[in-house]
């Protein structure tokens, strides 16, 4: 019967737009909420059938969408752990019960959060998302991992009361030789240098280099030296010994010319680097290519070797942890030295709306928006990582409040529609009486 098919729609019209008022409440409520996603409702009409010149209502039935693949605004912060994605692709986290039950931590995603480490050294948002990584060699490498799965993240956590050393793997060595030092009857004294690195335990070690210039028993300078080189660490044995020989014609005058190793290993002239096993390591010692302009020269100046730099520092204390935009986690120590801990990826899904939403503004994968895939930052479709940053409420609120007028007044229209079939009703019971 048609009337009865008009209350049964005049329900369904309650309930549709009740749930759309609950989408447009729960909009309005996070409208300052960090990462949060807004909801749609949308309707859609319910046909019964049609007959011969008889109508039957079917009413409509309410979907809601949730709106993750829509960006919301950045807004900079002051922490540089509030991180912010800059185009597709979410943050993996996962619940602070599942990063310290031992087990391997289930996946979830995030747009943003305001991380910070806790007592245990987590980094972990108030609403408990903790931020997962894969660990790193200092220099930033890490070994090949699967990218379809989550099995080597781990929850990164910051020890901020350990104290780390940076050892010194890499001395580039500039120095000027006096060319006439060379010559027949010159004195043929050594020339020192004592060069400073630190150790595996961060240990001030030294490098005692000597040059011994060869004296040409003929006319004219012998442009050739022969190096050595002392280990403090390893009771100042000698590690490593070469001659060089320098260019003198007219247009390459000073250059390193030749390089032969005595003992150690061998030169590399492509790289100009002599490898060094001094006490608990390796080290590279950069004396400079043949005929380049960095690294030993030889001309007639005094000896200057004023172009010395390598890399590592003693031990320090950590001061800050920073997020860049590849998703390297470096830590930062008051030496000045800095050490990447971990690689946060960015991870993608084929449909980003068809994400189950948790808590927290957290995501998780569902059979509608398929497996995920873990990008480096930046790379494939993925955005890059924004640190001091975080993503604004995708909510608009003018557009939520003519949305909530509209539904009043739909609200209300289905509710006149079941007074009307009431009061049409009742007529028809009296006419009966």
Do not use: C
Request: hydrophobic share 35%.
């Amino acid at each position: 019967m048609s009337i009865s098919s008009a209350m049964n729609a005049g329900v369904s019209g309650l309930t549709a737009n009740s749930s759309r008022l609950g989408t447009i409440s729960d909009n309005i409520a996070n409208a300052s909420t960090f990462g949060y996603k807004r909801v749609e409702t949308a309707f859609n009409s319910l046909v019964v059938g049609q007959g011969a010149g008889l109508y039957t209502a079917g009413g409509v039935r309410a979907s809601t969408t949730r709106s993750v693949s829509q960006d919301g605004a950045i807004v900079t912060t002051s922490n540089a752990l509030d991180l912010a994605m800059t185009g597709r692709g979410m943050l993996p986290v996962t619940t602070l019960n599942d990063a310290t039950s031992g087990n391997a931590p289930s996946l979830l995603m995030t747009r943003t959060g305001a991380f910070r480490p806790d007592a245990s050294g987590l980094l972990r948002t108030e609403s408990g998302l903790v931020l997962m990584g894969w660990p790193t060699l200092g220099d930033g490498t890490m070994p090949l991992v699967a990218r379809d799965t989550a099995a080597a993240l781990q929850p990164i956590r910051i020890e901020a009361n350990r104290p780390e050393g940076d050892p010194t793997t890499r001395v580039m060595l500039g120095a000027n030789l006096p060319a006439t030092q060379t010559l027949p009857g010159s004195s043929g004294a050594p020339l020192p240098l004592k060069v400073e690195y630190f150790g595996n335990l961060g240990t001030s070690e030294s490098l005692d280099i000597t040059f011994t210039p060869d004296l040409p028993g003929t006319p004219g300078m012998s442009n050739s030296w022969v190096v050595e080189i002392r280990d403090s660490a390893s009771d100042n044995a000698m590690i490593s010994s070469f001659r060089v020989t320098f260019d003198d014609s007219q247009t390459g005058g000073g250059a390193l010319a030749t390089v032969t190793t005595l003992t150690g290993d061998p030169y590399d002239p492509a790289t100009g680097a002599i490898p060094l096993t001094v006490g608990g390591g390796d080290m590279d010692l950069v004396i400079g290519v043949p005929g380049g302009a960095s690294g030993l020269k030889q001309l007639a100046a005094s000896f200057s070797p004023s172009n010395i730099t390598k890399n590592g520092s003693p031990v320090g204390q950590l001061v800050g942890v920073e997020v860049d935009a590849q998703g390297f986690v470096k830590a930062t120590y008051d030496t000045g030295f800095v050490k990447a801990l971990y690689r946060i990826p960015v991870v993608d899904v084929p449909n980003p709306n068809g994400l189950i939403a948790m808590e927290g503004q957290a995501f998780k994968t569902s059979p509608d928006s398929g497996g995920f895939f873990l990008w480096d930052a930046g790379d494939g479709p993925t955005g890059a990582i924004a640190g001091y940053a975080r993503e604004a409420s995708t909510t608009d609120i003018a557009q939520e409040l003519t949305h909530l007028i509209t539904t009043q007044r739909a609200y209300s229209s289905n509710a006149k529609i079941i007074q009307t079939v009431d009061e049409m009703l009742q007529e028809t019971t009296n006419i009966k009486r």
